[in-house]
């Protein structure tokens, strides 16, 4: 399977995740210290997510378009051809890295989905209508 070119560029996807690691941990500390009156600040932070998935699908979408429509003006150029399908092998991989990326985003609002379902059926918390939640 092809490597995405983020972790090419990464060279460390083991650092990211430890980044993400800490970052959750430090959430939770400061729940626990707080005895959970940071949820508020949470909630509020993270009310915002499904607008900001909203917002980077439709600049996925119109990405993918400019590319494609490169793609075609690319493709009907003369001229050096091994330049050309140099060009088109390019914008094709960036084609399918913003797809893989789009996809990534939809992933992320399925999983907010996912854990604010499941927080409110394990933990007792009750949705308010701006998608936040209280105890």
């Known amino acids: 399977m092809r490597q995405l070119n983020i972790w090419v560029k990464v060279k460390k996807p083991l650092l990211i995740g430890l980044y993400i690691l800490?970052?959750?941990?430090?959430?939770?500390?400061?729940?626990?210290?707080?005895?959970?009156?940071?949820?508020?600040?949470?909630?509020?932070?993270?009310?915002?997510?499904?607008?900001?998935?909203?917002?980077?699908?439709?600049?996925?979408?119109?990405?993918?378009?400019?590319?494609?429509?490169?793609?075609k003006d690319v493709s009907e150029l003369e001229g050096a051809q091994k330049k050309i399908d140099k060009a088109i092998n390019l914008l094709t991989d960036l084609k399918n890295e913003v797809i893989s990326n789009a996809a990534f985003i939809i992933l992320l609002l399925i999983l907010d989905a996912l854990f604010n379902g499941l927080s409110s059926l394990y933990w007792g918390i009750r949705p308010l209508r701006s998608g936040c939640f209280y105890l």
């Not at 009156?37 to 600049?59: G, Q, R, Y």
């Open 22 to 71: 800490v970052s959750l941990i430090l959430c939770f500390a400061v729940l626990h210290i707080t005895n959970g009156a940071a949820i508020k600040l949470f909630d509020t932070v993270l009310a915002v997510f499904p607008f900001f998935v909203t917002a980077a699908s439709a600049l996925t979408w119109a990405l993918f378009n400019y590319i494609e429509g490169v793609l």
